[in-house]
């Protein structure tokens, strides 16, 4: 990242802070100041930093930021995300796609000037919609009211336990709420002083409880009903993170069950008067450690993710799913925790009989292999093998101008791959487990009306994404996988046939392929890659189609069109949809 303090408002350039000079050292760096525009450059860097820290570890790989497109579609590394301090004069801030960039306002609040680039939060939240982004390019089409609220809860999620990483704060809090997460205090606030400078009561938004018209401050209770009342993103991703709040207050009251006895005598009410230190000590480190867990399964279950149209159902079952693999055996209850805590606030995914931990994971792939040259083969495998070369390069490379690369190589030899041995080799059988396994259709010759066809007659599609993953479980073991994205889509297709003016879109469907690249040992003493999971979007589900259909014609016929207003409306509003999202937030 790289730090460009103008002030375009004034027409000012701050001098840069150099976080290397012999003076800054001494004293670790500037300390805090509301009028040092240094100090402000510092903030923001140290907050994105740790941000990216959290993301790296979590994910096992460096992360990457979205490419630019040139005007023939080509992908263009992305160095640095740049941030500006002091971007412009409005109670706003925002991650910019189209200049990769976050970009933080300033205001005259009640009290002085505010800056946005002094929240912790703030600087968290947006660093995390820029690290998404270039994970899922395609979570921010709006074709589910899921979409838009899942980047700002998962943004919010971030933030928000990121606070329990600062011991000072975290152990004055706890004992200021003598051990009681569920009573108010800052650590389940976000953007303290931005929300009482732009005129709302406490904090920007809330996890644990609202404060009403009055400065009264209520819990927030467990809704099922609330979700089908709830359509504006932040409302609705308010939702997302309270049953994750909640989920990780449970753990934590469970975690310091046993303190809380010895320091109690046994009766489970701690004495008046303040706690003692050695009792907030421990209580900060449990709370500490479950937020950090809970951080990391937010983080890892991105990549047990759909590559578009994600709900808030199947980011449970990501979260399930991840935490299984790296955690079979949940004796702490985590996934318990996760579960009931959804259940309470109706989020529900799709198409399960139960909420169980077995229903909940996602279903390990079903392949029917078929012959090959005399041989059982599939062509997932091969695929996964053939990749194997450039897979190990990547993780073993420091340069991320390298690894984008490196990666952007193996996702065209994997269109390569899959159009030699799918679709110009005849082997139909392989094309259909292909097809019913990842959600395509790769049928050639216009079969499928409005998909998009290259000029030799075959079916387009995309390797969306090739992500290898290198983490270390608790138990030490160290585990390998390959995320694969690949996507196609149906253009043209109208919201309404009956009242064209509501416009066209285009219908993406696709999968994300995990395999677990120490699989099988094959005949020639190496190891095959297996082929883990395959969460898909079939490109022919009738169904999904008509959810979005009907997600759009309600935006229309409500008045609210949100679609219109933060992308189909002026170039502005298409280029930058955070801005317009967070413009009244």
């Known amino acids: 990242m790289e730090v460009v303090d103008y002030d375009p408002a004034s027409g000012c350039w701050y001098d840069p802070v150099d976080l290397n000079g012999t003076y800054l050292l001494a004293q670790d760096g500037y300390p805090p100041s509301e009028g040092n525009p240094q100090f402000h450059q510092q903030m923001v860097y140290a907050v994105a930093m740790s941000t990216i820290t959290h993301f790296e570890r979590a994910l096992g790989r460096q992360v990457q930021w979205s490419p630019r497109e040139d005007l023939d579609r080509n992908e263009e590394f992305v160095q640095a995300l740049r941030i500006y301090p002091h971007a412009l004069r409005a109670a706003n801030a925002y991650y910019s796609p189209q200049k990769k960039a976050l970009l933080f306002g300033y205001f005259q609040g009640p009290s002085g000037m505010v800056f946005s680039c002094l929240s912790q939060d703030i600087v968290a939240h947006e660093t995390t919609h820029a690290l998404l982004d270039g994970m899922h390019r395609r979570y921010i089409d709006d074709n589910h009211p899921d979409t838009l609220a899942f980047h700002e809860a998962f943004a919010d999620l971030v933030a928000l336990f990121q606070h329990f990483t600062f011991p000072e704060v975290l152990k004055h809090q706890i004992a200021h709420t003598r051990g009681n997460l569920e009573s108010q205090s800052l650590l389940g606030e976000l953007a303290q002083e931005f929300g009482v400078a732009t005129g709302r009561y406490g904090a920007l938004r809330n996890a644990i409880g609202e404060t009403d018209e009055h400065g009264v401050w209520r819990r927030v209770q467990p809704d099922p009903t609330r ?52 009792l907030v000590d421990a209580l900060a480190a449990e709370a500490t450690k479950t937020a950090r867990h809970f951080l990391q399964m937010s983080i890892r279950a991105l990549d047990y993710c759909p590559p578009f149209d994600i709900t808030f159902g199947d980011y449970l079952r990501a979260l399930v799913t991840a935490d299984y693999d790296m955690v079979p055996n949940d004796r702490y209850g985590y996934r318990v925790a996760l579960i009931e805590s959804f259940r309470r606030w109706g989020i529900v995914p799709e198409g399960l009989k139960t909420l169980s931990e077995e229903q909940l994971r996602w279903p390990y792939a079903r392949l029917e292999l078929a012959d090959y040259d005399g041989q059982q083969w599939n062509a997932l495998a091969e695929l996964a093998r053939e990749l194997s070369d450039l897979v190990k390069d990547s993780l073993y490379q420091r340069n991320r101008r390298d690894v984008f690369y490196t990666l952007k190589q193996a996702r065209g030899r994997a269109h390569n791959f899959l159009e030699d041995v799918l679709l110009r080799s005849g082997n139909t059988i392989q ?29 387009s599609f995309e390797v969306h994404s090739v992500l290898p993953t290198l983490r270390v479980t608790p138990d030490g073991d160290i585990l390998k996988q390959l995320v694969i994205s690949v996507t196609q889509r149906l253009r043209k297709v109208p919201v309404d046939e009956a009242q064209p003016e509501m ?43 008509e959810t979005i259909r009907q997600h759009r014609r309600v935006r229309h016929d409500l008045g609210i069109a949100l679609r219109a207003t933060y992308f189909d409306g002026h170039d502005g509003a298409r280029a930058e949809p955070f801005c317009f999202l967070h413009a009244d937030h």
């Open 503 to 545: 416009g066209e879109f285009e219908f993406p469907g696709g999968c994300t392929l995990i395999f677990d690249l120490e699989g099988e040992a094959s005949g020639d003493g190496g190891v095959t890659p297996t082929l883990r999971y395959a969460i898909t979007r079939p490109i022919n589900d009738e169904r999904r189609l």
């Open 431 to 459: 094309r259909e487990n292909f097809m019913r396994v990842t959600g395509l259709d790769l049928r050639p010759d216009g079969a499928v009306p409005n998909l998009r066809y290259k000029r030799d007659g075959l079916p």
């Open 227 to 278: 979700l089908a009342q709830s359509f504006e993103p932040h409302d609705r991703g308010a939702i997302l993170v309270a049953a994750m709040f909640a989920a990780f207050i449970e753990m934590y009251k469970l975690r310091t069950e046993g303190i809380i006895s010895l320091a109690s005598a046994g009766t489970g009410k701690l004495p008046e008067g303040a706690l003692h230190p050695v």
